[in-house]
Every structure is written in structure tokens, then in C-alpha cells.
């Protein structure tokens, strides 16, 4: 499986959709949006950090673990570090896989273990 990891400190502007081989079948992609409440209280934005080396060995082991629950064919992510406004996206996430299950699964599994355990904080 082919993966790219991204650390930007700028908005997030993802790559054109290219088909690695016909056998693609699904692209699930998720953008997450800073939201203008968070707990109730009114923000204008984010601020997100990161100790980079260790999430990129951490984000290495989650594709590994999740591939073989989930085949998928490449997985791109997308961080925004520093300030993020409201209405713009913090996370970018593409899934490229033969069929629409693994392409879902692999999404949703990546995004859940990405917040509970790679190295990245709001401030």
C-alpha cells in the first residue's frame, strides 16, 4: 500500500485525483472543518501542534495495522499545524481502494486512532 503524510502549516490544498490502476474502484475522502463552538464557547479558530518524528512512526504503524483489516490501495493525509481558522480544514484524508468497505473502514479506523494516538494536540 502507498502512503503520504503531510505536515502544512498553510490551508490544506489536496493533490488531483489520480488512479494509481483500474482496479480503484472507491475514493473515500474527509475533510475535517474547524467548527465555530467548541464544549459551547464561541472560537475563531485553532491552534494544532505536533511532535512531528513521533507521529509519522505512529501514523506508520496505524496504516500498517489498518491495511490488513482494511486492504486498501494508498492512503494520503493532510495535518494543518499552527493557526486554522473556523470554516477551514485541519485534516485531509483520501482512501483509495478496489471497493467502497475497505475504502469506508480504512477512513473512519484512521481518523479514530489518529486522536487517540498520534501526537498531535489543540492549544
Known amino acids: 500500500m502507498d502512503s503520504e503524510l503531510h505536515f502544512v502549516h ?16 472507491a475514493c473515500v475522502e474527509f475533510s475535517g472543518i474547524v467548527r465555530e463552538l467548541e464544549a459551547g464557547m464561541p472560537l475563531t479558530g485553532i491552534r494544532y501542534e505536533a511532535y512531528e518524528p513521533m507521529a509519522r512512526r505512529m501514523f506508520g504503524r496505524i496504516f500498517s495495522d489498518i491495511e490488513g483489516k482494511h486492504p486498501a490501495r494508498s492512503v494520503t493525509v493532510i495535518h494543518r499545524l499552527g493557526w486554522v481558522p473556523v470554516g477551514e480544514a485541519s485534516l ?11 475504502a469506508l473502514g480504512f477512513c473512519g479506523e484512521v481518523i479514530d486512532r489518529m486522536k487517540a494516538d498520534v501526537p498531535i494536540w489543540k492549544t
Open 92 to 102: 485531509f484524508v483520501r482512501v483509495l481502494a478496489k471497493h467502497r468497505g475497505p
Open 10 to 25: 498553510a490551508p490544506i490544498v489536496a493533490q488531483p485525483l489520480r488512479l494509481p490502476s483500474h482496479e480503484v474502484g
